[in-house]
């Protein structure tokens, strides 16, 4: 069966501080990759993804950036944190039709 | 203005009431799913559905895809508080990239014991 791993599962960072957040898959192959945050509970904001090593789509300008450096990784980063970074960072792997997400991982920026 | 809107936003009940969420677009979709996400989790898939007027069951839940592919509903039976969750419906993208899919920004229930 196929499972995602993300870590940290929280993290504290202070305004301009970097960020690296990971993504894991096991049990598939050449899945499509995908990043999300949800801010306040609520909407999945799709951030980044990725149908193959190196390939990454960005959806929305910020300043994150994302690299899928192994077929089953999927890394998150920031060179600077920003407030508005705050948020529930998701990742998720899956076809066209369903998306299956990992644990999560919570985010604050101060 | 959103592809897909869901309603109500907030809802609060009582165990053992029965309630029924919707998600609601104008445009045509080839299928649709519904996610349940517990807090401080990722959203977990319940069920897709394909086909106009297809009715589906999940114990409790029963999700139905409209006639004309435009909208969904789900209800739950007998409100449990483990139904306690936001509730989200998706779309794949129609046009563009067909990889991506698109959250409705979810229904949040309540279920007081």
């Known amino acids: 069966s196929q499972t995602i791993h993300q870590w940290p599962a929280t993290l504290v960072q202070p305004v301009g501080s970097p960020l690296s957040l990971e993504c894991t898959v096991e049990?598939?192959?050449?899945?499509?990759l995908y990043w999300y945050r949800q801010a306040a509970g609520r909407g999945l904001q799709l951030l980044f993804y990725?149908?193959?090593?190196?390939?990454i789509s960005s959806e929305v300008p910020q300043n994150l950036s994302a690299s899928r450096p192994q077929d089953r990784q999927f890394i998150l980063s920031s060179k600077k944190l920003l407030l508005s970074d705050s948020g529930f960072y998701l990742c998720?792997?899956?076809?066209?039709?369903?998306?299956?997400f990992g644990p999560g991982t919570r985010l604050t920026v101060l | 203005t959103q592809l897909l809107e869901q309603s109500p936003q907030f809802l609060s009940i009582q165990e053992g009431e029965n309630l029924t969420v919707y998600c609601n677009s104008s445009?045509?979709?080839?299928?649709l799913q519904w996610y349940r996400q517990e807090p401080g989790e990722g959203p977990v898939l319940l069920v897709t559905?394909?086909?106009?007027?297809e009715v589906k069951k999940l114990k409790r839940l029963t999700f139905q895809f409209g006639d004309a592919r435009k909208d969904s509903s789900l209800h739950i039976t007998a409100a449990q508080p483990g139904d306690t969750g936001l509730y989200l419906c998706?779309?794949?993208?129609?046009?563009?990239?067909?990889?991506?899919?698109?959250f409705g920004k979810g229904t949040l229930l309540t279920v007081n014991p």
């Open positions: 998720a792997w899956g076809s066209m039709d369903t998306q299956y």
């Open positions: 049990g598939t192959s050449n899945p499509n």
């Open positions: 990725s149908v193959g090593i190196g390939q």
């Open positions: 445009s045509v979709f080839s299928s």
């Open positions: 559905v394909v086909t106009g007027g």
């Open positions: 998706a779309v794949r993208n129609s046009g563009g990239s067909n990889y991506k899919l698109t």
